[in-house]
RNA sequence: GGAGGGGUGGCCGAGCGGACGAAGGCGCGGCGCUGGAAACGCCGUGUGCCCGUUUUACGGGCACCGAGGGUUCGAAUCCCUCCCCCUCCGCCA
């Protein structure tokens, strides 16, 4: 959520700066800011009407207990308040509409991201490894995963319908394998791990941002008015929400693995084949709570963190910066981890890190507390590290050999009992 | 699912129609005591919004005791609805 004096002391400066993101935002924040200026025009009568009744009422109040009973004020006090609250219903219904619209406009992007339109003008920032280059033609890895019996779309289409997939043997156990093996390495780094829920209220998808805006995007159980977690930064960053945190406690590290859940709204026929756009997937998700000050390092350092799992697992990626057309909702910087997937024969999306600033902060009310008793929003960040399927479909793919088998990175042996291939079975 | 108990300031906890932004305690800040500290004593210490000014401060106003409605001249306090938490029983991995 964009802070409202902000929006009113440097209207064209956030107006400007919200317009790279697409033209419509501006025209949202111009609606804004017009009901912004009316709702202060009627809280200051409604303020001014309610301070005259109270006075009055004490005096009445008093009146009446020295015996004096005022038949003409009582009827003047009825009357005040009959006024007062036509007044406040107009009140109500100019502040419902306000935040509501406010709670719909994106974050503002940082004056460092590149102004663009769509993917196409994101930055690559750097190259990490080699592409590995096949003396045949390599193979997408849904085919690998079927031929090798770790990956079964088709019995999951049975149960559960489309863009689900169920991995079985060795399939399941490379999940396992991975999840404990990414764990393992943030926990290193200094972040505490957590498990959280996966079904959370509709409040935790307010505040980061979720909603209102992408209800469509979301699973909901309707009878129990609780929604499927589509990444676990919803939970973990909530983890704070409407607290006031110490100062000297910040920067706070988490990292969660769960499922993740997600409708795919409109992404129809895009990825319908393999692991890397399913209704739910498995993700261990970093999250830093930081004071304002530190927060662009803290996003370099998540980013290098994230990083490190690929390269631990010596797959070869590219770092990119997102521009503003592309950057998500909540985000004001973003850098994607993309990794070199050989069946596509381009990188893909395996991570995205970013600073939401205190945009989220804001929404939940995330505040810390100075040593002299200031108080200020945190800000939030969050990072994939990593998505899991996705991964998983990388090291398939880049690690296959001819004859279909998949050699095991050797960082993830060691969680796998030792095995370093994966041969398909014989039939 | 059944029965009961609760939701009050950063935290604990009292209040149960006006004198209540709310006792008391903890915590925090200041001062005193001390060689220094602990303990102790005294003083201070909520948040949000609106308006104004001499605009990182001050003054005024309004709101806030889980949420929303109602009764009343007046509600933390009475009534209704909802939400949440806890305990016991049932069910259950």
């Known amino acids: 959520m964009l802070d409202l004096k902000l929006i009113r002391k440097n209207y064209e400066e956030v107006r400007r700066r919200l317009a790279t993101r697409g033209e419509e935002y501006a025209k949202l924040l111009d609606r804004v800011y017009e009901l912004d200026r009316k709702k202060r025009e009627v809280q200051k009568r409604v303020e001014e009407l309610r301070a005259l009744l109270n006075r009055k009422s004490k005096e009445y109040g008093r009146l009446k207990r020295e015996g004096k009973e005022d038949e003409n004020l009582k009827r003047e006090l009825s009357e ?20 509501d619209l ?3 406009i994106p974050n503002l992007p940082h004056p460092s991201v590149p102004v663009g339109r769509d993917e196409s003008d994101n930055r690559e920032v750097r190259r990490w490894g080699e592409p590995p280059k096949f003396d045949f033609e390599p193979k997408p890895h849904w085919e690998l995963g079927e031929k090798l019996g770790i990956l079964d779309f088709e019995r999951a289409a049975k149960i559960s319908g489309s863009r689900f997939v169920v991995k079985r043997g060795l399939g399941a156990r490379l999940v396992r394998a991975l999840v404990n093996f990414m764990l393992d390495l943030h926990g290193r780094r200094g972040y505490e791990e957590v498990y959280v829920p996966h079904l959370v209220r509709p409040e935790a998808l307010i505040g980061t941002g979720q909603l209102p805006k992408f209800e469509e995007d979301l699973f909901k159980c309707e009878r129990d008015d609780l929604y499927l977690i589509p990444t676990a930064e919803v939970p973990v960053t909530n983890l704070h929400r409407e607290e006031i945190l110490r100062e000297e406690d910040l920067p706070l590290y988490y990292a969660a693995y769960t499922p993740c859940y ?3 709204a409109g992404s129809y026929g895009r990825d319908v084949k393999g692991l890397i756009r399913l209704h739910q997937f498995d993700k261990v998700e970093l999250v830093k709570i930081t004071k304002p000050e530190t927060s662009y390092e803290e996003l370099e350092k998540l980013v290098a963190d994230a990083e490190r799992v690929l390269q631990e697992l010596e797959l070869p990626y590219r770092v990119v910066e997102l521009c503003t057309g592309d950057l998500g909702f909540s985000a004001a910087k973003t850098y994607d981890l993309e990794v070199w997937m050989p069946s596509y024969n381009r990188y893909r999306e395996v991570s995205s890190c970013s600073n939401c600033e205190d ?11 100075t040593a002299d008793g200031k108080k200020f929003f945190c800000h939030t960040l969050n990072g994939s590290g990593l998505a899991v399927g996705r991964t998983l479909a990388a090291i398939l793919e880049n690690y296959q050999q001819e004859d279909g088998s998949v050699v095991i990175p050797k960082a993830l042996r060691p969680y796998l009992g030792g095995i370093d291939v994966i041969k398909p079975q014989k039939d």
Do not use: T
Request: no cysteine; charged share 55%; proline share 0%.
């Open 80 to 99: 005040l308040k009959a006024r007062l609250q036509e007044l406040e219903e107009e009140l109500r219904r100019l502040e419902e509409e306000l935040n």
């Open 102 to 104: 406010l709670l719909r």
């Open 262 to 264: 997600r409708r795919e």
């Open 359 to 369: 945009f989220q902060a804001r929404r939940m009310k995330l505040r810390y507390k």
